[in-house]
């Protein structure tokens, strides 16, 4: 079973920055596309940010010049890097690692964006 825990967020003001970290414990990590999604009170996960196997990104429009995802195999991490935070960031980031029918999520954490 695949584990995966996220870190990193926290309260931040509009404008500023905060990195989340995504740690999965998967022998298919290399292989796998990784996903951040979030989900704000009252609305449906959406999908921020993805990054495939190969290094390929795709981005929400929502967040495109401002978050940036990443991985690193050897360490089995994938990282999204948000700047320029606004209010409307604020929800529970989620981490997701697809690898054929495997889908693994991990347990959110907070993001808060406020002044």
């Known amino acids: 079973q695949v584990q995966i825990v996220e870190s990193g967020g926290g309260l931040v003001q509009p404008g500023g920055s905060l990195r989340l970290s995504c740690v999965a414990s998967?022998?298919?990590?290399?292989?796998?596309?990784l996903n951040w999604y979030r989900q704000a009170p009252g609305t449906q996960r959406e999908l921020v940010a993805s990054?495939?196997?190969?290094?390929?990104?795709n981005y929400a429009d929502s967040v495109k010049g401002r978050f940036t995802i990443s991985r690193d195999n050897y360490k089995t991490t994938a990282y999204l890097q948000m700047n320029n935070l606004a209010l409307e960031d604020t929800a529970v980031y989620y981490c997701?690692?697809?690898?054929?029918?495997?889908?693994?999520w991990g347990q959110g954490t907070q993001v808060t964006v406020s002044s």
């Open positions: 997701n690692a697809a690898f054929g029918k495997l889908d693994s």
């Open positions: 998967s022998l298919h990590f290399i292989a796998s596309t």
């Open positions: 990054i495939t196997s190969s290094g390929a990104t």
